[in-house]
């Protein structure tokens, strides 16, 4: 009897070990449901890249667990899009959990006493580093990532610092943090033939701080995220959702839950 169990746990194993490597050889994008914060994955068969972390480590891991396999914990790139705490806070649990290759930032010297402590920790650890400007690129053999913002210089808010990406792969994304008006109108100005795609992660979490109907109108994508869960500021507010309406449908993190697609 104790034979068979052994055998049918055995049996168990490995059919989950089948299933669970099957599901994470495909090609995603996941727009995490984090609470009050922003992280989206991207992942395809042998790189994971991920855009922010959130501000909590719980509900950013128990859905990090469903797609990096077990026997593999690492993320190979890291995208930190500002120093804000709902943007990079979960990074300091993610570096005890995951081996993380490379860490790209916008390159601004935050003031900011925790994220000072995060590139520390990072620094210990011998993690790479770089920052990215407007027209870098990061790439492999099925995801590109552009760099729309910062560009030669930064706003005093560091909202309007945020690294913006735009990434292709058998769909296309733009990835905005936290800009605001200034931002965006730099980004209007400089990169319009960019701005078209399919998936539009709506910056600050549904905030009317970051309203411009000519960039809205200019995306056009068929679905508009806003990450965003219970908060004191009011996102999103009435007037982004009223405007974005007016340019495609809306998908909201703290009603629909996360959004997973495939790549």
Same mark, same amino acid.
């Given at each position: 009897m104790k034979q068979l169990i052994l055998i049918l746990i055995l049996i168990n194993f490995i059919l989950y070990t089948i299933i669970f490597s099957f599901l994470n050889e495909k090609r995603i994008s996941y727009f995490l449901d984090v609470g009050q914060g922003s992280s989206v994955l991207f992942k395809n068969q042998k790189n994971i890249f991920l855009y922010d972390t959130g501000k909590y480590p719980s509900l950013l891991l128990k859905q990090l667990d469903q797609f990096v396999p077990f026997y593999s914990k690492k993320i190979d790139?890291?995208?930190i899009s500002h120093p804000d705490k709902d943007h990079y806070f979960s990074t300091f649990e993610i570096l005890k959990r995951y081996k993380i290759r490379l860490i790209v930032v916008n390159g601004l010297l935050s003031q900011d006493s925790e994220y000072k402590k995060l590139l520390d920790l990072v620094d210990d650890s011998k993690i790479?580093? &770089?920052s990215l400007k407007r027209g870098d690129k990061i790439y492999d053999n099925h995801f590109k990532f552009l760099v729309l913002h910062p560009g030669n210089y930064f706003y005093k808010?560091?909202?309007n610092n945020s690294l913006v990406l735009k990434v292709k792969g058998l769909n296309s994304y733009l990835l905005s943090g936290d800009i605001e008006k200034l931002a965006i109108e730099e980004i209007l100005k400089c990169c319009q033939g960019e701005l078209k795609v399919d998936y539009f992660l709506v910056p600050?979490?549904?905030s009317k701080y970051s309203i411009n109907h000519d960039f809205y109108k200019i995306i056009s994508p068929k679905l508009s995220i &806003?990450?965003?869960g219970k908060n004191p500021y009011g996102h999103p507010h009435k007037e982004t959702i009223y405007s974005i309406l007016k340019y495609s449908k809306?998908?909201?993190t703290d009603l629909n839950k996360g959004l997973i697609l495939q790549e």
């Open positions: 790139v890291l995208f790479p580093v &770089i808010k560091d909202n600050h979490h549904g &806003i990450q965003v809306i998908w909201r």
